[in-house]
């Protein structure tokens, strides 16, 4: 008998390390409460230092980065935008804050990033897109040079959603340097955090100038508060910068744990009928953000999901996600299904959806069998979970997790 976990065993929490509130505490001593700052100054240098890009700029959220984002690639209303299907809803929803319409590209299986062959696709359906959007999902790069070839090939700007990529590379460079802008995320659960907090990064001076302009309700240079254009309150905090700046010098620290709990899963499960969350070895070094698995067809039982509420049918030695994710939390740990396709959302349902097939989404609601339509992230959503990835998870309650899921079979 397995007993319930008596502290809980959590998906990915902040993890701090005492910098932070020195920084924090500086920031309060020297009266800097303010969106200006020196933590603000320094969390800007260390990540054009750490990424290798030319000027990042802090802001409030990854979302309001990927707004601003959405903004210097010139989204203008009813312009259809190329996206991942298959993210947190945070990649795409600032596409519609500018009135874009996204175009839902299908994931691949080999990495569960956008698929080249679909975005080829797609750009040839919708040849009149000019702007592109991609997130490199649980840290895993996407096929950065592929893509990034595709879009030049198309005369597309390239925006790289890094919220959960920090410190990955492709070929050994940074992700959220391919793309003419990148985004990276400081909320709470992500590799490194401020509580809150995100980042832009860019290779272009005038691009970085505009992001700084319109996060500070776009000010003109006059003795008063002169406006020529609608301007944002995005600037990142310098109290927050102060935990980020704290956390910075972690970050490698961090990425080597949750490789670790990356290997040591891979370790456990390797006589089950799973497989990790995929990457491409010698091109890719995640940062391990979470660790997931998927589950093969042939150990899957019947589950069905309709819009908030699953079913399954419990079978000997088979599962599915929705058994693990009670089983877990039976024994008090969390996991988490995997982000549920944007073209399966109630909010996008109508926009287009493109495969690398061409065929376009499952017709049946349930997407229990797609016949012919290669759907690869209802497929990956239907048969993944994240598994708790918490960096201050021990090697005992990584062991009893990897137990707890081995009785689900
Ligand atoms: C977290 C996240 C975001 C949003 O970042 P916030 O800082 O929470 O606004 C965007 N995209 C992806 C893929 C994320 O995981």
Same mark, same amino acid.
């Given at each position: 008998m397995i007993k319930p976990f008596e502290k809980k065993v959590w998906l990915a929490t902040p993890t701090m390390h005492g910098d932070e509130l020195r920084y924090m505490t500086e920031a309060?001593?020297?009266?800097?409460?303010?969106?200006?700052?020196k933590n603000i100054n320094e969390v800007e240098r260390l990540t054009c230092e750490y990424v290798g890009c030319k000027y990042a700029v802090g802001l409030s959220a990854g979302t309001a980065a990927l707004h601003l984002a959405m903004k210097?690639? $010139? !989204?203008?209303?009813?312009?259809?935008?190329?996206?991942?299907?298959?993210?947190?809803?945070?990649?795409?929803n600032p596409v519609v804050y500018e009135g874009g319409v996204p175009v839902f590209v299908d994931i691949e299986?080999?990495?569960?990033?956008?698929?080249?062959?679909?975005?080829e696709k797609a750009f040839e359906l919708y040849p009149e897109s000019k702007v592109v959007v991609i997130a490199n999902l649980y840290g895993t790069p996407s096929r950065l040079e592929e893509i990034k070839a595709i879009c030049q090939k198309h005369n597309a700007v390239l925006v790289e959603d890094a919220a959960e990529s920090l410190g990955a590379t492709y070929k050994g460079k940074?992700?959220?340097?391919?793309?003419?802008? $990148? !985004?990276?995320?400081?909320n709470g659960n992500k590799i490194i955090t401020g509580s809150s907090g995100g980042m832009l990064m860019t290779d272009s001076l005038d691009a970085a100038n505009k992001v700084r302009k319109w996060s500070t309700q776009s000010r003109e240079n006059a003795p008063w508060y002169q406006h020529e254009e609608l301007g944002y309150n995005y600037r990142m905090s310098n109290v927050i910068a102060g935990v980020v700046r704290g956390q910075f010098g972690y970050l490698d620290e961090h990425i080597a744990r949750k490789k670790a709990i990356y290997m040591r899963y891979k370790e456990g499960f390797a006589d089950l009928p799973v497989s990790m969350n995929p990457y491409i070895e010698g091109d890719m070094e995640p940062n391990f953000w979470l660790s997931c698995i998927l589950i093969d067809k042939e150990a899957m039982c019947r589950q069905v999901r309709s819009e908030n509420?699953?079913?399954y049918i419990k079978e000997d030695g088979k599962t599915c996600p929705?058994?693990?994710?009670?089983?877990?939390?039976?024994?008090?740990?969390?996991?988490?299904?995997?982000?549920?396709?944007?073209?399966?959302?109630?909010?996008y349902r109508m926009n287009p959806f493109v495969t690398a097939d061409g065929n376009g989404r499952c017709r049946t609601n349930a997407y229990i069998d797609c016949g012919d339509v290669t759907d690869v992230g209802a497929d990956i959503f239907n048969r993944g979970l994240c598994l708790p990835s918490d960096i201050k998870m021990t090697e005992e309650e990584q062991d009893k997790v990897i137990e707890i899921v081995k009785s689900c079979f």
């Open positions: 309060y001593e020297t009266n800097w409460m303010s969106t200006v700052g210097l690639a $010139g !989204v203008k209303p009813g312009d259809k935008v190329l996206c991942s299907d298959m993210t947190f809803d945070a990649t795409v299986t080999d990495t569960w990033n956008m698929s080249p062959e679909a975005l940074q992700t959220g340097t391919f793309g003419d802008y $990148g !985004v990276i995320s400081f509420e699953a079913l929705t058994e693990i994710l009670e089983t877990l939390a039976k024994y008090n740990a969390e996991g988490r299904p995997i982000w549920k396709p944007m073209h399966m959302q109630p909010i």
